[in-house]
């Protein structure tokens, strides 16, 4: 690669930069003339990661200078790329920076490779250069060394001649650091490769991971430097120091080498719930848990988490989800797969919930994994999808009678309580109906209402009864009773009311409703029918214990829209058919009108029926005969005209009849009410246009809101979708569906006409069959155009009983105390689309060793559930259990048997053990301890065996014995624990004697059972021992000095009452002694209290005034086992402090005697504070100075801390 075809370096001619110097030439005048010298040297310059990324040529280096005396001249002069038998010259300037005129000689070199002109003395004037050729002549091809000597008044100084062959040499920085790194990312840095030699250089970079040197070969120009980018992409987390090593010249001998140096370190991220809600569970564990709440079907919600970055390096991370899921079934997504979050830097994620099933619960995950993926978080998202709650005011409109040529209306509202938007339709051509609903159509935002206009406008003398389906997007089918009865002055129906619905939906039930009313009547009379407590008729039963007569049951919305009698499934068998019930005429451009189409209308009742179809003026399809009567069991034959009322259109209606008994068209007929049967409606759709055929049709401009998969369902269950289609453009808009459409679905409507801006609500059922997905194809073909075909592609499938068990499907116990427990969780998983109910069955024998937590319960689709295994042992041995897990469609009646259910096994695998505790100290001793103070110690438990021990510890004291009120001496920090196998556990001891005395304890455990909550036996863990003392202080002998020189000692233990003082210091003191167990300022007042009963006198004895002071030396000794402190406390060392405007003013005369005593010191004692170890003795001089006549006494305490006081 050469440096000019490269990005990473740029070529640069050898003159590219220059750097000039003035030379003098001498002249026979003396004067000189400038001539320019050049220099193409460069230097290596290391480059940071923030330069620029491209690397600019170097800089040329001057020649390197010295002043010597104050003549500037260079170091060396270099002869580079000379050839054999070629002079070449090189100059060599020397300048006077002096303010003298300097003067000099040389002398030429030695050698005769390099030769100059005569020598003659050299006069330089102040700031003037001479300068100097210097020839070099070579003979052979070897480098040439020689010197040229200058001499002067001060010395004599050199310029080394030196002439090199050409060569290879290339120049980097020693040493690279890089920014740190996370592991698993990348980070980069760059150098200058340099090439200072003479001729163009191939290299080849050597290193070893995770480095990378980029370009890794190429070929250097001389004078040339090329850029080379360091990449590094740690693995581990550790300091990286690597050297990479660059080899070059004649067969790759020569290297320059660079130490890379790089820090890698883990990265961390902080995942958090960004505006909590309910539900959300954002604890610091690796599992957050995002709840979206309910969202509707067709919307979406979305929420945020917090990514923080608490490291010092950048924190590449990647967002994972389940992949075992259908990715048409995924209701969540995220708004970014991976990211980098810069150091101490927070980025906010959304994820999104958009359901596609109506009811369903949704789960999934999202693993959050930084570079490295030492660690991650587990997101699990979760959601309910609702949809509309349309309702309507009633579900039953009751016109009750009108004249023929009449028309009623009444009003109903209709409601949406949810909080999206609902799309509705009322399954029925208004124009070609006696009923009417306006709108029929419509959309209800969230908590909206509606109000709907019920027309009925009757053509024939007829009853009139239609059950209309109210089709919601995204919700079961409403359905609405329109009833009515149309009069004429010659035919007067029974009128229809509610209650004959009521009647009639029970006898449909009893197969009653195929009997016209008065063979019902004449049954009746006969007493083959009788009347049940609601007064309808039912076959009189055969048993008194036998069942009761059948009700009308509670059918599903959907099953009653689809099996309504019209296809060739029904819940009833039809009392009237027709066929067929969907007639496409296609084409009728006219002139003539197409042949009519036959159509036969069935009578499958026992009775007679009247028929009459509706037609509306105006209607291009009709019907004749427009009314005819069917005998029972009967067919009639009817044709269907269409007559196009102008060219290009399109038309599209349903053409209803009412068909009815027709004992049923006078109410005179009629004896028993309840034997009145309404109506039956029976439709046909008929569609065709009047395009020519060389006429394109207008291209139709819509919305089809189809989803991609059907509902879940167990086995042998069919399942229900909602498609909303919506005519965008401004003309009608046709639909029907194709015949070569997959048979495995039925679609509801079949064909239909939109008007601009309408929408019609298709549904969609299919029987799922096998746990395979089974694609289904179906084709609506719009504005009868065959290029007019939208494809819609549905998968369904039997949902399986499944549960994603771990993959080894065996749970392993840590070995377990005998009677104790161990757990261990266990996972599993829901892989289907149905909500699944589990329980755990384990055998009889097993059950007090073996427990699960829970043993039952429900699993949501795509939910993971953790379960906790128990395992408590009865004996010391090895056990392996096998249990199974029964799983069955959840959302079952508590006493329905489920359809099926699926068996899976596991294995559990556990060992029941013995074990003991130990203490690692068996006797633990306090030693000696002062009453009252406080000492703790490490009291270290060790379990060497393979099991978890769960112990409770007893504390028994033996002495001292009696009965005794004091707060226990010895408190243990905790009581009960448990030690890991093979470690230990401490536990803190902490010893507080009220009294002295001498303290032993044992301390004892016992192992717990978690089980069934028994104590093991005591046992022995060790002995635990203190003595508690009071701090000893003993006076063992007085000596008097100065004006009590003459005292003997024998009379000087009297004055001092030193038999009564250590009598006093060898009791125990008493608790107001202890009121301050150390020196206290404690009073105000300039006697202060006192708190001791022990009283003696220290009594210096009479001496004339100015006598010598009198001395006493006491010697004292720390007769105890406990180090001591001791005090003699003045009046004014217990006196607190007090600001002036606090103290008192007005004194009694012993406070001013005692004032007086201690302003002119005339008791003083040195040292008045000290401390003793066990054993040791101190030297305590208290002086009387005889400075006034008269008694002088001082209350002075005598303290030895946490021990006696006594007042002398």
Request: glycine fraction near 6%; charged fraction near 20%.
């Amino acid at each position: 690669m050469r440096p000019e075809d490269s990005r990473d370096c740029t070529v640069i001619s050898s003159g590219s930069y220059q750097s000039s110097s003035t030379v003098a030439v001498p002249t026979i005048s003396g004067s000189s003339k400038g001539t320019s010298a050049r220099s193409s040297n460069v230097s290596a310059q290391t480059l940071s990661p923030t330069d620029t990324q491209v690397c600019s040529p170097k800089k040329q280096e001057r020649v390197k200078k010295r002043v010597v005396w104050g003549i500037e001249v260079a170091e060396e002069l270099q002869w580079k790329g000379w050839e054999l038998g070629k002079e070449t010259s090189r100059s060599l300037v020397l300048r006077n920076l002096t303010l003298k005129i300097q003067r000099m000689k040389y002398r030429p070199p030695k050698t005769k490779f390099f030769f100059t002109v005569i020598p003659q003395p050299i006069f330089l004037s102040p700031g003037i250069a001479f300068t100097l050729p210097i020839v070099f002549r070579p003979l052979e091809e070897k480098e040439y060394t020689d010197q040229l000597w200058f001499e002067k008044e001060e010395g004599v100084f050199s310029v080394d001649l030196r002439a090199t062959l050409p060569c290879h040499k290339l120049v980097c920085p020693p040493r690279l650091m890089l920014p740190m790194c996370a592991v698993g990312d990348t980070v980069e840095a760059g150098f200058c490769l340099n090439n200072v030699g003479d001729l163009p250089t191939f290299f080849a970079w050597e290193f070893a991971s995770p480095f990378q040197i980029l370009p890794a070969t190429g070929l250097l120009e001389p004078g040339l430097a090329c850029r080379v980018k360091v990449t590094f992409q740690p693995h581990i987390a550790v300091i990286h120091e690597v050297q990479a090593t660059c080899w070059y010249g004649e067969g790759s001998r020569q290297k320059s080498s660079i130490q890379l140096h790089a820090v890698a370190k883990c990265a961390q991220l902080l995942v958090s719930i960004r505006h909590k809600q309910a539900g959300d569970q954002d604890t610091e564990s690796s599992q957050k848990l995002l709840h979206f709440g309910s969202v509707a079907v067709g919307c979406s919600a979305e929420r945020q988490i917090k990514l923080c970055n608490p490291s010092a390096v950048n924190a590449p991370f990647k967002i994972e989800m389940a992949t075992d899921m259908l990715v048409k079934d995924q209701a969540f997504s995220c708004s970014m797969a991976q990211g980098i979050i810069p150091p101490g830097q927070k980025k906010y994620v959304s994820v999104f919930f958009h359901p596609k099933t109506l009811d369903n619960r949704a789960v999934d995950y999202f693993s959050i994994i930084p570079s490295g993926g030492a660690s991650q978080t587990l997101l699990q998202a979760v959601g309910f999808s609702t949809g509309p709650a349309v309702s309507l005011q009633h579900y039953c409109v009751n016109f009750s009678w009108v004249n023929l040529g009449e028309r009623s209306e009444q009003t109903l509202w209709i409601e949406n309580q949810a909080d999206c938007t609902a799309h509705f339709q009322f399954a029925i051509d208004c124009k070609e109906s006696v009923f009417s609903i306006r709108p029929h159509f419509g959309s209800l935002v969230g908590k909206d209402r509606m109000t709907l206009r019920c027309t009925f406008q009757p053509t024939h003398p007829i009853i009139c009864f239609r059950r209309v389906a109210c089709l919601v997007h995204h919700q079961d089918p409403l359905f609405l009773d329109l009833i009515g009865t149309c009069h004429s002055d010659s035919t007067k129906p029974v009128i229809l009311t509610p209650q004959h619905l009521t009647f009639y939906r029970t006898h449909l039930a009893r197969g009653l409703t195929l009997y016209p009313p008065d063979i019902l009547t004449a049954m009746l009379k006969e007493r083959t029918l009788q009347r049940d407590s609601n007064g309808t008729l039912m076959l009189p039963p055969e048993d008194l214990q036998g069942p009761k007569a059948p009700q009308h049951p509670n059918i599903p919305p959907m099953m009653e829209y689809f099996f309504d009698g019209t296809r060739d499934t029904a819940i009833f068998p039809p009392p009237v058919s027709v066929e067929p019930a969907e007639v496409d005429f296609g084409g009728c451009p006219g002139p003539e009108a197409p042949a009519p189409v036959p159509l036969c209308l069935r009578n499958h009742t026992k009775g007679k029926i009247t028929v009459a179809w509706t037609r509306r003026s105006g209607c291009p399809f009709w019907v004749t005969p427009e009314t005819f009567c069917v005998p029972p069991l009967k067919s009639m034959a009817m044709h269907l005209h269409f007559q196009p009322p102008g060219p290009h259109g399109l038309y599209a209606v349903e053409l209803e009849a009412f068909a009815v008994y027709q004992v049923l068209q006078s109410y005179h007929n009629i004896e028993e009410d309840c034997t009145v049967c309404p109506s039956w409606c029976v439709t046909v759709r008929a569609r065709g246009h009047s395009y020519s055929a060389a006429l394109e049709h207008h291209v139709p401009q819509y919305f089809l809101d189809a989803p991609k998969l059907f509902p879940a369902v167990p086995a042998g269950k069919p399942s229900y979708r909602s498609l909303l289609l919506v005519n965008k453009g401004s003309m009608l808009l046709t639909f029907s569906l194709t015949p070569n459409s997959s048979s495995d679905i039925t679609l509801r409507p079949t064909s239909g006409l939109l008007a601009p801006g309408a929408h019609q609500i298709f549904l969609i059922s299919t029987y799922p069959k096998g746990t395979s997905w089974k694609q289904h194809i179906f084709y609506l073909e719009f504005n009868f155009g065959s290029q007019y075909l939208k494809e819609v592609s549905m998968q369904s499938r039997e949902e399986p009983l499944q549960l994603k068990l771990d993959t080894s499907k065996c749970v392993f116990f840590k070995p377990t105390w005998v009677g104790c427990s161990s757990d261990s969780p266990f996972t599993f998983r829901n892989p289907s689309r149905l909500p699944l109910e589990f329980e755990w069955r384990i055998s009889q024998q097993h059950q007090q060793t073996l427990a699960v937590q829970p043993s039952k319960g429900l699993i949501q689709p795509n939910e993971s559930l953790t379960l906790t295994w128990i395992f408590s042992p009865l004996e010391e041995t090895k056990y392996l259990f096998r249990v199974w897990i029964l799983v069955w469609e959840a959302g079952l009646h508590p006493d329905a048997k489920p359809s099926a259910t699926m068996y899976y096994m596991i294995r559990l695998v556990g060992l029941g053990i013995t074990s003991s505790l130990s203490a690692e100290t068996k006797e633990l001793d306090f030693g000696n301890m002062l009453v009252d103070s406080r000492q703790s110690r490490s009291l270290v438990l060790l379990n060497d065996g393979n099991c978890t021990l769960y112990y409770r510890l007893y504390l028994e004291q033996h002495s001292p014995e009696g009965p005794n009120q004091d707060p226990p001496a010895l408190q243990l920090e905790c009581c009960e624990g448990s030690v890991p196998p093979h470690s230990q556990d401490t536990v803190i001891l902490t010893a507080c004697p009220k009294r002295r005395a001498q303290y032993s304890w044992t301390i004892s455990y016992s192992l717990l059972s978690h089980r069934d909550n028994k104590v093991g036996e005591k046992q022995k863990l060790c002995q635990v021992s203190l003595v508690a003392v009071y701090p000893l202080l003993s006076i063992l002998d007085a000596c008097a000095l100065g004006g009590a020189e003459g005292i003997t000692r024998k009379h000087l233990r009297r004055l001092f009452s030193l038999d009564t003082l250590n009598t006093y210091l060898g009791c125990d003191p008493t608790p107001r002694e202890l009121t301050y167990k150390v020196p206290t300022q404690h009073s105000v007042s300039q006697i202060p209290p006192v708190f001791t009963p022990l009283k003696l006198d220290f009594n210096f004895g009479a001496a004339p005034l100015k006598a010598p002071p009198s001395v006493v030396l006491l010697a004292m000794k720390n007769s105890g086992v406990v180090p001591l402190d001791w005090a003699f406390l003045f009046p004014s060392d217990q006196k607190i402090g007090l600001e002036l405007w606090a103290e008192q003013i007005e004194f009694d005369c012993t406070e001013l005697h005692q004032m007086r005593i201690e302003d002119n010191r005339i008791f003083s004692i040195s040292p008045k504070a000290g401390s003793l170890s066990p054993g040791q003795e101190q030297i305590v001089e208290l002086k009387y100075s005889h400075l006034f006549i008269g008694t002088d006494r001082l209350p002075v305490l005598f303290k030895v801390s946490h021990g006696r006081e006594i007042l002398v």
